[in-house]
């Protein structure tokens, strides 16, 4: 499946996002979704996932309350809502995905998405 990203911008701190991921090519609802971010000179980590129905929701601890995911199969898209950002939420967001037989796996781990958009850029400013 490809996948395309988009909604990033410049944000002040406590303020909110939505980012979009738009998949064509295969059967989207066969895939478990996950937003990743990379933020300059750390490791890419995975925000939030999603099941392939949206039956399982994983997130990070650092935004849980604040980021909510989300998919809707009929439009082959997937979203983040991030709520209360913060500096340290500043990053290139990435989507991804990985195909999958089971309705509630998320693939907790970056090799385990094989399905990657390109970046989206978040600056919140303090």
């Keep these: 499946v490809q996948l395309q990203a988009s909604g990033g911008g410049l944000v002040q701190a406590g303020g909110s996002l939505r980012l979009s991921c738009a998949a064509s090519g295969r059967t989207f609802s066969n ?15 995975l925000v939030a996932a999603i099941s392939r129905r949206g039956g399982s929701i994983y997130y990070t601890d650092s935004v849980k309350g604040r980021f909510t995911i989300s998919r809707d199969n009929a439009k082959n898209t997937v979203y983040l809502r991030m709520n209360s950002l913060k500096p340290e939420d500043t990053a290139v967001y990435y989507c991804a995905g990985g195909d999958t037989t089971k309705y509630f796996y998320t693939g907790k781990s970056l090799d385990e998405y094989d399905c990657w958009g390109q970046g989206t850029e978040v600056t919140v400013s303090s």
């Design 31 to 45: 895939y478990y979704m996950g937003w990743f971010r990379q933020a300059p000179g750390k490791e890419r980590e």
